[in-house]
């Protein structure tokens, strides 16, 4: 992202603050609805955001970079397995308690170009860990697999929080050989 005057950065986090207050409340992201939280203008908004979903993908840009960095620190543990499993636990704590972050994750056309980027070097760096826990894995599956499988895991895991444990546990037992 190209670094923005000091205006237009204050007015970039306000939406960004008033997005995230209106999405943690369960509320659609109505761009007009943000600008008035937000006190900024519509135009103001479009300049940031073209549509509710590249605001929707811009507010779970730090969860790409989260992951990012798990993923990167977890290829270069010595014990592969014991890495993959701890990243597929933190991943799945992710996409439980960030739904928008999960449907950013998986989806094949993200509509933002920041997004598709990040999403591409999350992916990347997940599949060096794969790649090293290969010989542990069902035959077949790659990173992305991976991380759709987990993404999904979260929406069970949403509808039923009691169960997290017990179906980590069986996605693990169906991928891990």
Do not use: W
């Not at 993200?110 to 826990?133: C, K, M, W, Y």
């Amino acid at each position: 992202m190209p670094t923005l005057r000091r205006d237009a950065a204050r007015n970039r986090d306000r939406i960004m603050a008033a997005a995230k207050e209106l999405s943690d409340a369960g509320q659609a992201l109505q761009l007009n609805v943000v600008a008035r939280r937000a006190e900024v203008g519509i135009g103001t908004v479009y300049r940031h955001f073209a549509s509710p979903e590249a605001l929707s993908e811009g507010l779970v840009d730090h969860r790409f970079i989260q992951l990012l960095a798990e993923a990167k620190f977890a290829a270069e543990n010595p014990d592969a397995l014991g890495a993959l499993r701890h990243f597929l636990t933190e991943s799945l704590g992710v996409f439980v308690e960030d739904p928008a972050f999960a449907a950013a994750s998986v989806n094949a056309s993200p509509v933002r170009d920041e997004t598709r980027l990040l999403r591409n070097q999350l992916v990347e760096a997940f599949a060096i860990l794969v790649r090293r826990s290969e010989s542990h894995l069902r035959p077949g599956l790659d990173a992305l697999d991976l991380m759709i499988l987990t993404c999904g895991l979260g929406y069970s895991v949403r509808l039923r929080p009691e169960k997290s444990s017990a179906y980590l546990a069986a996605m693990l037992d169906e991928v891990l050989v």
